[in-house]
């Protein structure tokens, strides 16, 4: 049984930090893409930031290039997203997916697995 768990979402003022963590298990997870999306009250889920499987390629959507960085540990079957200088605007769920194929994908419809999220809000 598949399963990603995340951790580390918060309440936190604007500029602040945040480290999230997936902790994923059963699954061979170096096999496997991942990603960080976030969906925001009436809005779609949307891509953040992915890692290709062996970590050496990375992808940021505009909206957080320069801010966030995505990195993953394949020893310890954990991927991250270190958030820095928040914005109100980065405030949503923010879930962990896996895709069994490379590449990163924008549609979440591309992605086999899915954590039960984290809220991160962020306050001005």
């Known amino acids: 049984q598949v399963q990603l768990v995340e951790s580390g979402g918060e309440l936190v003022q604007a500029g602040g930090s945040l480290r999230l963590s997936c902790a994923a298990s059963?699954?061979?997870?170096?096999?496997?893409?991942m990603a960080w999306f976030r969906q925001a009250p009436g809005k779609e889920r949307e891509l953040v930031a992915g890692?290709?499987?062996?970590?050496?390629?990375?992808y940021y959507a505009d909206s957080v290039k320069g801010r966030f960085t995505i990195s993953r540990d394949n020893a310890k079957n954990t991927v991250d997203l270190q958030m820095n200088s928040l914005k109100p605007e980065d405030t949503a769920v923010y879930y962990c997916?896996?895709?069994?194929?490379?590449?990163?994908?924008?549609?979440?419809?591309?992605?086999?697995?899915w954590g039960q999220g984290t809220q991160v809000t962020v306050s001005s």
């Open positions: 997916a896996a895709r069994s194929y490379a590449g990163v994908y924008l549609a979440p419809r591309n992605y086999d697995y």
């Open positions: 890692i290709s499987k062996s970590g050496d390629n990375t």
């Open positions: 059963g699954l061979t997870f170096s096999a496997y893409t």
